[in-house]
């Protein structure tokens, strides 16, 4: 179901709102899909069945006060066979009736089943879409529990409202408006009067306390959400809170959320009761005086036995409906509280939007090309002033500088996560905010530095690198990555688990995965992020093989912390806040003596020292075991 993104095609719902009938209309494209024919007549189905129901409910009541009054004037006169067969032919009908009520409106919930849960999935689809379309800067800022949590209580109530709008509501007035007709033609004026007056109390006492607990609703809401969040981060975070003992920590962080729930929930099924126990004051004592106008009308004989039974019959019927729309009522009004966090992601703008004449990325070089770059996350701290410079196609330039720098922003305003906000950056003169994001996002490859993978098979997180791949494709991937040896070796190969966000894995074999995804991508644009910092020396030295091919004849771009990494770059910017501070290749930035030279002779300098500790720790283990004293 293909429903525009705009904003004006988004309803905003607001639980507050007094015009319900606006937040239906504005939901009536899930109820109504416009691509879905055999939907829209299982809608009119439904509605006709419900109806029928309706029909059947009307007719009940006459058949039972006709067994009364059958078996209050059938007596000597009539035969037999006849004061036998006319009762239990109106106690067969009656139950006829019953039953065809029942079955219809049995038939009514499953013709509108794929009808409501089409009207879920589509605005659960949607929101997920529009999740992914915001900006990074919106999924920092959010706590993704408290996110799933607004979403799938957002899902619950579309279902609520549709249900009982479509369904319920509509039907309802129309049996009032029936039984409103009998009283007036069978009893009089004044018992239509007293049970208007009794559904009008009973609707406005209604609507008024439902209103005050949508307040309540919200707390209780907000907290259960908080909760959750705290849930999802410390159960994410397991190793941490292992790390540090916390558990009691968390265990009373989590606590605190629940009680403020529980305080909540109390209030919640508290209110509830005095709306329920208040519905019901109203509803019988309006049925006492109707109740006792009838006996005062089978007393002077205005009324049979029957007609007083059918009243009965009459108010209880109207009861049920009512009592439902009191019901459906609170559920609108608690479905609305419900979704309104869900429609105010809806109504999120994100941050970075395609323009209206976008067009797909030409690739030909690709060349990319930063020109005069500015950019900040807060207006107050600048962490990019004016840089510029050009990665030549098939070429690989490293990023190199120390912690700040402005590094890995560049790799993140490539992508378009963020606009710069002076400047512009193009790829084969083409300004990215001119060109789609995906088509943009297809043409570049990221290894990034802290890899996070699936909670699938090792498998699907390498072919995420393109999906439906060859599996042939797949193990060549993984082979270029030197991976493909470690997952033989498991039982389950490249079916086995990873665990959450990869944690089955080490730190390095998860980066290789990652590698492997990207060299799948095969893109002609290539971002390498910190892609070895999560690996041994050795395991760099390695790998760093597999990466020279993988940038080989693609423009790549090398944003590293070790300088080991980049010597063979084919130029090297140093960054150093937030401007570009030296370039060269390594060899000339040596000879400058700068701030490269410096950090290069530091790291140089810590990475004998760990060779070094690393020979002593080997040649005291080789004492050991010849049964020698360890040097001291």
């Known amino acids: 179901m293909a429903v525009e993104d705009d904003k004006a095609a988004r309803p905003t719902v607001n639980a507050d709102e007094g015009n319900l009938l606006a937040t239906v209309r504005n939901l009536w494209v899930y109820m109504w899909p416009a691509d879905r024919p055999d939907l829209k007549l299982r809608v009119v189905l439904a509605v006709l069945a419900l109806l029928a129901s309706k029909v059947a409910t009307t007719l009940v009541p006459f058949a039972y006060k006709a067994i009364i009054d059958t078996l209050d004037t059938t007596g000597a006169d009539a035969g037999i066979i006849l004061g036998v067969a006319v009762p239990v032919v109106l106690v067969i009908a ?284 807060d207006p107050d701290r600048a962490i990019l002033k004016g840089v510029s410079f050009e990665v030549p196609a098939g070429k690989t330039v490293a990023i190199v500088g120390p912690t700040g720098a402005g590094k890995s922003t560049i790799s993140r305003l490539l992508y378009r996560f963020y606009d710069v906000t002076g400047g512009a950056i193009t790829i084969d003169g083409q300004d990215l905010r001119d060109i789609t994001q995906e088509s943009l996002r297809a043409a570049i490859g990221m290894v990034p530095q802290d890899t996070v993978l699936f909670n699938d098979t090792i498998g699907y997180n390498i072919e995420y690198g393109r999906p439906g791949a060859p599996t042939a494709d797949v193990r060549a991937a993984a082979a270029m990555a030197q991976v493909g040896p470690f997952i033989d070796t498991l039982p389950k190969g490249y079916d086995t688990p990873v665990g959450e966000r990869g944690l089955k894995l080490s730190g390095g074999e998860k980066q290789r995965v990652a590698i492997a995804r990207t060299i799948l991508k095969a893109p002609p644009i290539l971002i390498l992020d910190e892609a070895t910092s999560a690996l041994d020396t050795k395991t760099e030295r390695d790998i760093q093989s597999a990466l020279d091919v993988v940038s080989a004849n693609r423009t790549t771009i090398v944003i590293a912390h070790r300088l080991s990494t980049v010597v063979n770059a084919d130029e090297i910017l140093v960054l150093r806040d937030g401007v570009v501070a030296e370039r060269g290749n390594h060899m000339a930035l040596l000879q400058r003596a700068g701030l490269y030279a410096q950090m290069w002779n530091r790291q140089r300098e810590a990475t004998e020292a760990e060779e070094m500790a690393r020979r002593v720790a080997n040649d005291s283990d080789g004492f050991v075991k010849r049964g020698l004293p360890a040097a001291e």
């Open 94 to 377: 009656y139950g006829v009736g019953n039953v065809l009520d029942a079955g219809f409106q049995q038939l009514r919930d499953i013709l509108f089943a794929s009808v409501g849960q089409h009207a879920v999935r589509g605005l659960a689809r949607r929101t997920f879409q529009h999740l992914h379309r915001l900006s990074l800067r919106f999924h920092l800022a959010r706590r993704t529990g408290g996110l799933s949590r607004v979403i799938e209580r957002g899902t619950k109530g579309i279902e609520t409202i549709v249900r009982f709008t479509m369904l319920n509501t509509l039907p309802t007035l129309v049996e009032f408006i029936i039984v409103g007709v009998i009283f007036v033609v069978m009893f009089g004026f004044n018992y239509l009067l007293v049970l208007a007056v009794t559904i009008w109390i009973y609707l406005y006492f209604t609507i008024k306390a439902s209103n005050w607990r949508i307040s309540i609703r919200r707390d209780m809401n907000n907290s259960d959400t908080d909760a959750n969040s705290k849930a999802i981060d410390s159960l994410l975070n397991f190793e941490t809170v292992k790390y540090f003992a916390n558990e009691k920590m968390e265990a009373e962080r989590f606590d605190a959320s629940m009680a403020t729930y529980e305080r909540s929930a109390i209030k919640i099924w508290t209110s509830l009761g005095f709306l329920n126990f208040g519905q019901a004051l109203i509803f019988y004592a309006g049925v006492i005086i109707i109740s006792v106008m009838s006996v005062l009308g089978v007393m002077n004989g205005t009324l049979t036995v029957g007609d007083f039974v059918l009243l009965n019959t009459f108010l209880m019927q109207v009861y049920r409906p009512l009592n439902f729309i009191g019901f459906v009522y609170r559920e609108i009004r608690q479905g609305l509280t419900d979704i309104e966090e869900m429609f105010k992601l809806l109504d999120q703008s994100p941050e970075i939007a395609d323009k209206a004449d976008a067009r797909p990325l030409a690739v030909t070089g690709p060349v990319v090309r930063f020109e005069n770059v500015f950019f900040h996350y």
